[in-house]
Structure formats: structure tokens, C-alpha cells
């Protein structure tokens, strides 16, 4: 039967000798017998041993486990449950990862959209973040809710067209823009704006806010804090979410 020094063992395995021999401090790769010059010496079985540990390692059982795993009469009982908690702590490892991940892309992303980027705007960032969800929900459901007015704006424009029923386009048109101002109130309503200058979290006038020149995500505006005008990020209200909760 073939013997192995803890070197050759260690290379068969593509380990370190000091992994080798700590395995062995551990109590789960001892050698099954010493040489007369005191040196260790494995035999097959060992290296069965030691490539079950490493395989095991690569999944990411710690040590523990693995020795708890091998002081059983019959770890075949447990090797599963072991595994199987495992899997869930790395997929719970990897949904960490992957929200980290996409927090650091919408950083990122926010980095590029805001105009005089400093450290401090990282603040704003946060806030802008987490209302983002919130902001666009509030987007969807105006949307949503003048898909109706916009059909049947349209529905008689072809009625009008077509059979000549014009005080139709005339009813429906109203509606529209009174549906529009609803809007327009709601929305700003629900809006604050970030100054990229002074970081100040403000809310403009209606009618500064309604007339000024805007990207899907700001606004021109002055500060009334700093005074400057320029554009400045549209987030969702906190406080006219609380006063209306």
C-alpha cells in the first residue's frame, strides 16, 4: 500500500503542507502512522480522506462541521442536512451580495445624473434611492389613471370626425383639463426637490414648478435656501406623505 509524506499529500491535493498540518491539529486528517525518523505518513484511505475535506471546503463547510461530520459512526446521516444548510446560507450570501450590487449600480447611476457632484451628495443620493420606489409608484398610477380620460378623448375625436358629434370632443376636452389640473396639483404635491448646490430639500411654487423647463428627473428651479436657479433632482414628498397618511 502506498505511503505518503505530508508534502506529497499536500501536492496530490493542491493544498498547502501548513493546511496539511492543520487538518491534522484538528483532529480530521491524522496519519495513520509515523516513520522511525518522526515524520508523518498517509495512506490511501488518508488521501481519500483529505480530498473528501477539500471537496467539502470548496462548498464552504467550515471546519467545524467537517470534523463534526467525521466524529459520526455514520456521517452519511448527516452529510445532506449538512449540505442542504449550506445551499441556504449561500444563496442567503448571494442575495446580499446581489442587493449590494444593485445599490452600488443606482449609485452610480444617480452619480452620473447629478450636476456638481461632491461627497456630500451622497446624502442625496440616499434619499433620492429611497424614495425612488415610491416616486415612480406615484408616476404609474397618473399614468394609469388617465389612460381612461386619453381613450375616450379619443374615442370622440373619431365619433366627431365620423358622424359629426363635435359637443362630444367638447364634454371630453373639459374633462381633460380638468383632469390635467388634478394632476398637476397632485403631482406637485407630492414632490420635493434636492439643490445639488446647498443640498436643501425644498418645495417651489406651483406655478414656478408647472412652468419650468424639466428632465424625467429634475427641474429648473431656484433654491430658496442658496438662491441658485438651475436644474435640481425631483424626489418624492415625506411629508406630504405624512400629513395625508
Given at each position: 500500500m502506498s505511503k505518503y509524506t505530508t508534502?506529497?499529500?499536500?501536492?496530490?491535493?493542491g493544498v498547502s503542507v501548513r493546511t496539511?498540518?492543520?487538518?491534522?491539529?484538528?483532529?480530521i486528517l491524522i496519519p495513520s502512522e509515523l516513520s522511525e525518523g518522526g515524520r508523518r505518513l498517509y495512506t490511501e484511505d488518508d488521501l481519500k480522506r483529505?480530498?473528501?475535506?477539500?471537496?467539502l471546503r470548496e462548498a464552504g463547510l467550515p471546519i467545524n462541521s467537517i470534523s463534526a461530520l467525521f466524529a459520526e459512526k455514520n456521517p452519511e446521516n448527516i452529510i445532506s442536512v449538512l449540505l442542504e444548510e449550506?445551499?441556504?446560507?449561500?444563496?442567503g450570501e448571494l442575495c446580499e451580495c446581489q442587493k449590494k450590487l444593485e445599490l452600488l449600480e443606482g449609485i452610480q447611476r444617480e452619480v452620473k445624473e447629478i450636476p456638481n457632484f461632491s461627497v456630500e451628495s451622497i446624502g442625496d443620493i440616499a434619499h433620492i434611492m429611497k424614495q425612488k420606489n415610491k416616486l415612480s409608484g406615484m408616476r404609474w398610477s397618473m399614468i394609469l389613471s388617465g389612460l381612461p380620460v386619453s381613450i375616450l378623448q379619443c374615442v370622440s375625436i373619431v365619433l366627431w370626425i365620423m358622424n359629426g358629434f363635435w359637443w362630444l370632443f367638447?364634454?371630453?376636452?373639459?374633462i381633460?383639463?380638468?383632469?390635467?389640473?388634478?394632476?398637476?396639483?397632485y403631482y406637485f404635491r407630492h414632490v420635493d426637490y434636492i439643490c445639488p448646490e446647498c443640498h436643501t430639500v425644498f418645495k417651489p411654487r406651483f406655478k414656478e414648478s408647472f412652468w419650468a423647463y424639466?428632465?424625467?428627473?429634475?427641474?429648473?428651479?431656484?433654491?430658496p435656501?442658496?438662491?441658485?436657479?438651475?436644474?435640481?433632482?425631483?424626489?418624492?414628498?415625506?411629508?406630504?406623505e405624512k400629513n395625508h397618511g
Open positions: 508534502g506529497e499529500i499536500a501536492k496530490l491535493c496539511v498540518q492543520y487538518y491534522d491539529n484538528r483532529g483529505m480530498h473528501i475535506i477539500c471537496f449550506q445551499e441556504k446560507s449561500l444563496r367638447v364634454v371630453w376636452a373639459g381633460a383639463i380638468l383632469w390635467g389640473v388634478w394632476a398637476s396639483v424639466h428632465t424625467p428627473r429634475m427641474r429648473r428651479l431656484t433654491c435656501n442658496c438662491g441658485r436657479k438651475g436644474l435640481c433632482i425631483e424626489i418624492y414628498a415625506e411629508k406630504e
